[in-house]
């Protein structure tokens, strides 16, 4: 573990009785995970991409904060991604982890962290952990290997985008806007496809072997995007 060091968890979160009626379920899951796994001092930007109805918590904790998006179609999980990115940045956090609800973390997320604050291209990288079902080769796996490696971060050589981390100095050398918007805000990027423009501008995608990351895959987002299209 890295003295003095926090990271900022962005996760985009979603429940519809239509495409995903354990949204919610989801998202507690997720909170779990990270409130039990997470070494390092951390804070939660959550935003709620146009539920149904509104996540509620009793007692929510300091280092939570939920952002309500009433209009998830104007941006997708791109907005949300971006929105989460200037406030972590705006607050001093180290690192960044994009992710969504969908995920299970355990210990060997410190072991993640401590390789995208430590890697000798953690100035200028992507990192991403192995999971279950990354739709690559690359990350796929069912724990850790202990290995970490670089690839290409070009078409069909990147790391998936359900879980990609930046130390603060990664993510201002390669802002796409003046804005201070990370991902390409473009409408073709807002509900995919993102991950891979972002990976060509950044110098390097590194698969973080040490951590492994459970991804249910919930297939939702998928519906959502494709009433977008339509």
């Known amino acids: 573990m890295i003295k003095n060091k926090k990271v900022a968890f962005v996760c985009a979160l979603h429940q519809s009785k239509v495409h995903r009626p354990n949204g919610f379920e989801l998202f507690n899951d997720y909170l779990a995970s990270i409130y039990t796994s997470c070494k390092y001092p951390?804070?939660?930007?959550?935003?709620?991409?146009?539920?149904d109805v509104k996540f509620?918590?009793?007692n929510k904790p300091d280092n939570l904060s939920i952002t309500r998006v009433d209009n998830q179609y104007k941006g997708g999980c791109t907005y949300a991604w971006n929105?989460?990115?200037k406030m972590a940045i705006k607050e001093g956090y180290d690192a960044v982890i994009i992710t969504s609800d969908d995920q299970i973390y355990d210990e060997t997320v410190n072991d993640f962290i401590d390789t995208i604050l430590t890697h000798k291209h953690k100035n200028d990288a992507i990192f991403g952990p192995l999971t279950n079902n990354p739709n690559n080769d690359y990350q796929r796996a069912f724990q850790p290997n202990?290995?970490?490696?670089?690839?290409?971060?070009?078409?069909t050589d990147e790391l998936n985008g359900f879980c990609m981390a930046m130390t603060k100095e990664s993510i201002e050398k390669n802002y796409f806007d003046l804005e201070g918007n990370f991902f390409n805000t473009g409408k073709e990027y807002i509900w995919g496809k993102q991950d891979v423009e972002v990976q060509q501008r950044v110098g390097h995608s590194i698969v973080v072997g040490t951590c492994y990351v459970y991804h249910i895959k919930q297939g939702g987002?998928?519906?959502?995007?494709e009433g977008f299209r339509g």
């Open 42 to 51: 951390f804070k939660i930007f959550a935003f709620d991409n146009q539920s």
């Open 56 to 58: 509620e918590i009793e």
């Open 83 to 85: 929105e989460g990115i």
């Open 146 to 155: 202990g290995k970490i490696w670089e690839i290409s971060g070009k078409p």
């Open 221 to 225: 987002w998928r519906q959502i995007r």
